[in-house]
């Protein structure tokens, strides 16, 4: 079955150091990853994705992810923490049924708390 | 803003009720899934249509309907409602891609709070 599974409950971490989200998978075959954030009270926000090529993927508000096939993860990162940047990540893998169907398995998503 | 809208954002009703969810996905959407997130069950894939045709479903309660329309709009219905009902509905919406990985845009969501 395919799955995605974020060991952290939350990660702690000061403004201006490095952070990391952790993310692993499971799926069969070539796996479609996802990084979404939830800010308090809000929906669901896109940050970056992996389908193919480059290991290293960029996305929004300076965040980026690396893919590592052999490991199965796709952990999320960002060179310098803010503030801002507190809020509910989740990781997800693209579940293909075929055609147009694109379903997404959510992790149990990470509470980042960046401190001042 | 993600372009998918979500109608209404919070709704309180009693056990029993039904209620009604509705979305609208971003132009040139064909796809449109619903999920569920609550404390306990985390973020739940409930159903997708694609072009108002159900395409794939999931941990959808038998009480819970959806459909799409020709206008391509959803609505997700909650029918004899329960206080463990109580969650946030997500819409979601994506346009088609044969080359897959389409990016899947999430509305901000309706609070339903099942008193």
């Known amino acids: 079955a395919q799955s995605v599974a974020q060991p952290e409950d939350q990660v702690n971490v000061a403004e201006g150091n490095p952070l990391t989200v952790k993310c692993t998978y499971s799926?069969?075959?070539?796996?479609?990853l996802f990084w979404y954030v939830q800010y308090p009270n809000r929906g669901l926000q896109f940050l970056l994705k992996?389908?193919?090529?480059?290991?290293l993927v960029k996305g929004s508000y300076g965040f980026e992810a690396e893919f590592n096939k052999s490991q199965t993860s796709f952990h999320l990162k960002k060179p310098s923490a803010l503030v801002s940047d507190s809020a509910l990540y989740f990781c997800a893998v693209r579940v293909p049924y075929g055609g147009a169907t694109n379903k997404l398995i959510f992790g149990t998503g990470t509470l980042l708390a960046v401190q001042p | 803003d993600s372009g998918v809208t979500q109608t209404p954002k919070h709704l309180i009703t009693a056990t029993g009720q039904r209620v009604t969810l509705r979305c609208s996905p971003r132009?040139?959407?064909?796809?449109v899934y619903w999920y569920q997130q609550s404390l306990d069950q985390g973020l739940q894939f409930l159903i997708q249509?694609?072009?108002?045709?159900?395409?794939a479903k999931g941990n959808i309660l038998e009480r819970f309907s959806a459909q799409q329309f020709p206008d391509l709009h959803s609505e997700l219905n909650l029918s004899s409602l329960e206080l463990g009902d109580s969650a946030l509905y997500f819409c979601a919406s994506s346009a088609t891609d044969s080359t897959g990985g389409n990016t899947i845009y999430f509305g901000e969501g309706s609070w339903l709070t099942v008193v």
């Open positions: 992996y389908i193919t090529g480059d290991n």
């Open positions: 132009s040139g959407d064909l796809s």
């Open positions: 799926v069969s075959g070539n796996p479609y």
């Open positions: 249509y694609y072009n108002g045709e159900e395409r």
